[in-house]
C-alpha cells in the first residue's frame, strides 16, 4: 500500500504561483514514477506531468509545459509541481497518483494509488 497526501492548494490572483506537494508513505521502497492530474467541476480527469523515480524523465501535457514543473525529493518521499502564471482555467481539484512500475505515463489506468486532491482556485 502507498498512501498519497497532497498539500499546497488554495486561492490565488491570475499570473500568481503556487506549490503543490504530495507525500507518499508505505511502500516508499518501491520505485515508482509519480504523475500530477486535475479535474474541474463536470470536466474529465486531466493529466499534467509525471516523473521517473531518478527523476530525469519528465513528461508534461502541452497545456502546461513551460508553465508548470514537476520534480521530487526521494529523501522526503515527495514530489512537487510547481505552477506560475497561473490562469482562471486552471481552477480545478489537483490530484497526485503513483505508478510502482516507474512508468512516465499520461493515463490514469497507469496508476495504482492517488490522493485525495487539493483544491487550486485562481481567481481573475
Known amino acids: 500500500q502507498v498512501q498519497l497526501v497532497e498539500s499546497g492548494g488554495g486561492l490565488v490572483q491570475a499570473g500568481g504561483s503556487l506549490r503543490l506537494s504530495c507525500t507518499a508513505s508505505g511502500r516508499t521502497s518501491d520505485r515508482y514514477s509519480m504523475g500530477w492530474f486535475r479535474q474541474a467541476p463536470g470536466k474529465e480527469r486531466e493529466f499534467l506531468a509525471a516523473?521517473?523515480?531518478?527523476?530525469?524523465?519528465?513528461y508534461y501535457a502541452g497545456s502546461v509545459k513551460g508553465r508548470f514543473a514537476i520534480s521530487r525529493d526521494n529523501a522526503k518521499n515527495t514530489v512537487y509541481l510547481q505552477m506560475s502564471s497561473l490562469k482562471p482555467e486552471d481552477t480545478a481539484v489537483y490530484y497526485c497518483?503513483?505508478?510502482?512500475?516507474?512508468?512516465?505515463?499520461?493515463?490514469?489506468?497507469?496508476?495504482?494509488?492517488w490522493g485525495q486532491g487539493t483544491q487550486v482556485t485562481v481567481s481573475s
Open positions: 516523473i521517473s523515480w531518478s527523476g530525469i524523465r519528465t
Open positions: 497518483a503513483a505508478d510502482l512500475s516507474n512508468y512516465v505515463s499520461a493515463y490514469e489506468r497507469s496508476y495504482e494509488y
